[in-house]
């Protein structure tokens, strides 16, 4: 049920952490508010007692979404929520601060599309206007308010967001293509002779950095620090604050250069553009689509790839039930979307939402991955999408995804790319070893090692070129009823590099000479890669398929 509720005096309901009473008096000295979480019931079925040591329950009894049970199974968290408390279920942020979460499908679309009743505007929020959260917070990137499209309603949300919509809907697909094929050659080519790699370290968190920034005309920006920061800014960790103003140094010199010498970079397009957007809010909107568009394209890549690798590693089961690659981005996009949950929610006035009153001032979690799930909507979780594009993946209402059409363009050339360069390749690990690391808002997949016959290196003419022959008696996607390619990695590997944090965390880093060869040989185009690519690392997981 979803129902606005007249404005009035009233008690919150019971499981209700969200809801901060109005504090009385002045406090004696200047000590940050904190929430009372006393009034909070247990969900029914749950014995307090037996919960006292548990990381993954904090003030208030409530589950903590940055706890060891989301970076371990963060599905798994959100059916535990849904059991407790139904469709929408109070959660506790970093530093334990309160809030909803919407899990269900219905539930996730009303919040979208009633910006009457949910703003993205998060000043809106009681607990930032009472002082409990501050620019400090470890999501103040996420929710602190910034003169973007994704935090203003109405006329001044259509101003903003017309120079993305026609910026992001002309690009040139030739160009589009042109660039996926440089950085594929840049990042594949000195793999080939190996025989293996790891697709998620080596290919899919990397290409869409690539192709994204050469398309804003910002390809000078890529580098480690660049990829980090980017990645590290919506994790709700403790650094995003220094990460975000990292990249808003570098998006705000780029805004300055443009508005200096315009060109047809991204930059000066929005500058340019009727809407007559400010140099603040240009540095501000390249850095909330650059880093929206690489973080869901980075994970909807892998996560189809991983889709395509488990489909062709079980080809003698499944018979005739091959995926194709746009049947296995919309498959990716329902069971892994790219971002899993987003905060940017807050009520205007107090609701009703699946059987929850959450009152005015309450920050509100939109779960897309949980509402993927809901059986109201899919029944059968097993069954193949099709065409079913109902998912919650790029968000809904007038808030939804300005970039989805791009996104899916720079997926499927992806793939296309990666699957012309190694169309035998196969999953060097049982699916079952492969793994996610999961935050605040998204689940990524760690590692994604696959094998694939040794071929020579091409020439850099030879970009833009497909049906290279293969090796003598190579069987591309030869049907098996087992997993002949598969390694297993005994469990005490596997342990011990775990308990190190992760597999391409534990990197040989040995020799020094050779590493700062490779940086000063990207730099200077040696090989034919592009400026500013990054040296390989070597993960344990590739060192150990190299023995």
Known sequence: ??????????????????????????????????????????????????????????PGRARRLNGPDAERDQQGLYDTLRLEYGEVAPVLLPRDVPAWLVLGHEETRFVCAHPDLFTTDGREWRLLQDGTVGPEHPMAPIFMWQPVCAFVEGEEHERLREPLEENLRVTDLRELRRLVQTGTYALLNDLCEEGFCDLTEDYCERLPMIVLLGLFGMSHLYDDRFLEAARDLIKG?????????????????EVERARVEPGDDFASQLLAHRAGMTPREVSEHLRIVLIAAYETTANLLANAMRILLVQMEVRGRVGAG???????????????????????????????????????????????????????????????????????????????????????????????????????????????????????LSRHLVELPVRFEPRSQRHEESIGTFGVPLPKDTTVFAESDGDPAAVEIPDPVLQAEREAGEWRAARERSAAERERAEREESAAGAGGQSPGLLPRPRSAVRNRLRR
């Open 1 to 58: 049920m979803t129902t606005p509720v007249p404005p009035g005096p009233g008690v919150p309901p019971p499981g209700c952490p969200a809801h901060v009473p109005a504090a009385s008096g002045t406090p004696a000295a200047p000590v940050r508010p904190r929430p009372d979480y006393s009034g909070v019931p247990a969900p029914e079925g749950r014995d307090p007692a037996t919960e006292v040591d548990n990381p993954n329950i904090g």
């Open 322 to 440: 091959r995926l194709n690659i746009y049947e296995a981005i919309e498959q990716a996009l329902w069971d892994e979307p790219p971002f899993s949950a987003m905060l940017g929610r807050y009520a205007l006035r107090d609701v009703e939402v699946g059987g929850r009153l959450i009152r005015k001032g309450d920050a509100v979690m939109l779960g897309y991955a949980a509402g993927n799930v809901d059986t109201r909507v899919r029944p059968d979780l097993e069954a193949p999408v099709r065409d079913n594009r109902s998912h919650l993946a790029f968000g809904r209402g007038p808030h939804a995804c300005p970039g989805q059409y791009l996104g899916r363009q720079l997926c499927q050339l992806a793939l296309d790319d990666l699957l012309a360069w190694l169309p035998d390749m196969r999953l060097a690990v049982p699916s079952s070893q492969l793994r996610w690391s999961g935050s605040l």
């Open 237 to 253: 960790t403790e650094t995003a604050n220094a990460s975000n103003e990292h990249l808003m140094k570098l998006f705000r010199a």
